[in-house]
């Protein structure tokens, strides 16, 4: 069993929104930077966002800025993605990690969160997400 436990997936019609938790089974989010992911059937995996351990700083990949918005609850160890006007290309499989903490470094203000080569401490299977009229 993966660390992290994604909810709130499910079927929404274009233009729809849903909202998407990161929660911990065993494992605490305080003080990690946080990132959702997805990956889509015959796609690459694409980093969606991600939220610093200080939660002002937050990125989004291009394909969703505007319409995503992530954001963190400490006192209840939950990471939270709103999705809003959503598309059909939205669909996917989305699922959080957990950066590894990393004094003087953090990896959302960095910008390359997205990357593959991150040292993650968790992630979760994640949570299907399917746009569709």
């Known amino acids: 069993q993966l660390p992290l436990v994604e909810s709130g997936g499910g079927l929404v019609q274009p233009g729809g929104s849903l909202r998407l938790s990161c929660e911990g089974s065993g494992f605490s989010l305080d003080y990690h930077a946080i990132g959702w992911f997805r990956q889509a059937p015959g796609k690459e995996r694409e980093g969606v966002s991600c939220?610093?351990?200080?939660?002002?700083?937050?990125k989004y990949a291009d394909s969703v800025k505007g319409r995503f918005t992530i954001s963190r609850d400490n006192a209840k160890s939950t990471v939270y993605l709103q999705m809003d006007n959503m598309k059909p290309e939205d669909t996917a499989n989305y699922y959080c990690?957990?950066?590894?903490?990393?004094?003087?470094?953090?990896?959302?203000?960095?910008?390359?969160?997205?990357?593959?080569?991150?040292?993650?401490?968790?992630r979760g299977q994640g949570t299907l997400v399917t746009v569709s009229s």
């Open positions: 939220i610093s351990s200080n939660p002002t700083i937050t």
């Open positions: 990690v957990a950066y590894t903490t990393r004094r003087g470094f953090d990896v959302c203000a960095s910008g390359t969160y997205y990357r593959a080569d991150n040292a993650l401490d968790a």
